[in-house]
């Protein structure tokens, strides 16, 4: 047996049931987590490997690639030593992905001049030298896959951290709830509540060997010791998306989210293959929203 097939069979010795389906199947793929396609070059932390079945593992595939876009929109590839030239086909490559496989959506994106010069005196942003407003990296994030895309994400996303964090899958009992933002709308106002900045007691490091990720992919969360046990996480992607997700080991006795309106756009749970809720769409009505990249 050769190493990489020894380090398999050690890995699912270890984690044998699927974290994203609450344990229900075992596990017989390994899903990185976040996606190595968030990240320039492809360098990934060490430890974000997680057991999944195929089914689970699949399941997020092209609203990765459409999320992959805009988290990756503003990171300097220097930081980790990855040319911009290599960054930038990197990201056109995914983009070529979406437009293939979401057409629509990808379509919906692409802004205007017109439209980019207006977001962007909102934001108070501009053009640096030798350039005009066509070229500013502002995308419009109105189309509802991206809602369909913050529910995969999300649901992906806190399964993972509260697998790696607990060291048990997030059962059918649990469930999440997660609010996301991104640089045009608030994203340090959100990250930096001084009501939740307290509750985010570990900030561990992100790295792959000596390359520290952190500035890819930060990572705040606390443990609330019950059984099941509960999590805060609170996730930064670049500069250009954040993510807060409360995880919640028995959501059935937290009732207070019943008074929450619009609650069930804000909530997902682990896969329930059996269950409809992950084989049909909620299609909201989207305020539009922008992407972009701010000094």
Known sequence: MGQAAERKRRFFAQHPRCCFCGGEALATTQDHWPPRSFFVGRIWPDEHVFPACGQCNSASRVHEMLFAMICRIRFSPALVGVSEEDAQREWAKNARGVAHVLPETYRSMLMSVTEKRSQARALGIGPGPGETFRDLPILSIDHPEFYEASKTVARKLFCALYYMRTGRPLTSRGGIVFLWTTNAHGMDQLLSSENLRPLLAQFPPIQRGNSMLNDQFACAYTLIDADPPSALFAVQFNDAVAMIGAVFGDISGVGVFDQIPDIENHQV?????????????????VRRQTLADQP
């Open 269 to 285: 749970f682990p896969y329930r293959w059996t269950d409809s809720r992950d084989a049909s769409k909620n299609w909201p009505t």
